[in-house]
């Protein structure tokens, strides 16, 4: 599986971004999808997740202001982000998991200034 996240950028605190992953797999809805973030110096962390059954789990940091969402006929997951912070500057993954089979895109760059 290989996974291509885009819409990392350049946003003012406060400001919005959505992500997407294209997923290529012909079963991608059995897939849980999740987004994670990697700061600099700092470990990768969970930041939300959706499963096959369209369960979404949020990071504590991120409820209320991220949202996941997924289009099984795209193959598509999102992240939109609102209301970011400087400290949420991060290199946002995707990642797919199915049984034991774990997949992680190469991420996309985002850079919230204050």
């Known amino acids: 599986v290989q996974l291509q996240a885009s819409g990392g950028g350049l946003v003012q605190a406060g400001g919005s971004l959505r992500l997407s992953c294209a997923a290529s797999t012909p079963i991608f809805n059995a897939y849980h999808m999740r987004w994670f973030r990697q700061a600099p110096g700092n470990q990768r962390e969970l930041v939300a997740s959706?499963?096959?059954?369209?369960?979404?789990n949020y990071a504590d940091s991120v409820k209320g202001r991220f949202t996941i969402s997924r289009d099984n006929a795209k193959n598509m997951v999102y992240l939109q982000m609102n209301s970011l912070k400087p400290e949420e500057t991060a290199v946002y993954y995707c990642?797919?998991?199915?049984?034991?089979?774990?997949?992680w895109g190469r991420g996309t760059l985002v850079t919230v200034s204050s």
């Open positions: 990642n797919a998991k199915y049984d034991t089979y774990e997949y």
């Open positions: 959706i499963s096959n059954s369209d369960n979404v």
